[in-house]
């Protein structure tokens, strides 16, 4: 059964999500590409849909992120940058130190058992090698400490972050060559955020979001160099026409 077929007879609403899923996967995978350009009607026929929900779908990724729109130039997936991840490091250390901070006197048995099943759940995607789940995952562990923090602006904020982190950890996996984050890459950080130091917890956000960033900073340099060379151009130029 195609795409088309198994939602067709969804709600609207499900409908745009079911597409909006279907694009995101295509992007974090890498089937479309950073700064490829997305072309309503090229997307509609690819994926057997209309493009009233393609154009809802279409806004509902700007909003989370993870491709945007430029006045004169048309929609474009999201094209991390070194700058871009040095940026995202530093706002989401900030962010994260802080939401901790309003979180801490918080914590109660809920909190938790809460981050216990956030981290289970993370670590069953990456032992059966699913890695975009395991962005999902990674993803709603760390969204709990924003959660519990009750703090609106900050909620806000990190939503705002979702998208471009998402595409950060999906180059920051293939920088490594991996099917999601290390097994016990989030082991300290549950330690920590489960304990009673503050000041530990604020050191252990500062090395969590430092680990592997040098590495992923390379690859998006390596990968930048490819992009721009006239063979890598024409691939682009094809597939466009396509």
């Known amino acids: 059964m ?33 700064g490829a350009a997305l072309v309503e009607t090229t997307l509609a026929e690819r994926f057997s849909v209309s493009r009233a929900p393609l154009r809802e779908a279409l806004r509902q990724l700007v909003e989370e992120g993870l491709i945007t729109t430029v006045p004169y130039t048309g929609t474009r997936v999201i094209d991390l940058t070194v700058d871009d991840v040095r940026e995202i490091h530093s706002l989401r250390t900030t962010l994260e130190r802080f939401a901790f901070e309003q979180a801490w006197p918080k914590r109660d048995t809920a909190f938790g058992r809460e981050m216990r099943r956030r981290k289970t759940a993370l670590t069953k ?5 699913d890695d975009l789940a395991s962005i999902a995952a990674e993803l709603e562990l760390h969204s709990l400490v924003y959660e519990a923090s009750g703090h609106r602006l900050l909620q806000r904020s990190w939503a705002g972050l979702r998208g471009r982190l998402q595409l950060y950890w999906a180059a920051h996996h293939r920088a490594h060559g991996k099917r999601g984050p290390r097994r016990d890459a989030h082991d300290d950080y549950v330690a920590a955020a489960l304990g009673d130091d503050l000041a ?4 252990e956000v500062d090395d969590h979001m430092q680990r ?7 690859f998006l ?4 160099r490819a992009s721009s060379s006239p063979s890598s151009k024409n ?3 094809a597939g466009a026409l396509t």
């Open 2 to 34: 195609s795409f088309a077929d198994q939602i067709s007879k969804l709600p609207r609403a499900t409908f745009r999500e079911h597409i909006a899923e279907r694009l995101r996967f295509a992007i974090l995978i890498g089937e479309l590409e950073p």
């Open 125 to 129: 995607t990456i032992d059966h090698g």
């Open 200 to 203: 530990a917890m604020h050191a």
């Open 212 to 218: 592997g960033a040098r590495q992923t900073e390379k």
């Open 221 to 224: 340099s390596a990968r930048s």
């Open 235 to 237: 691939r682009r130029l």
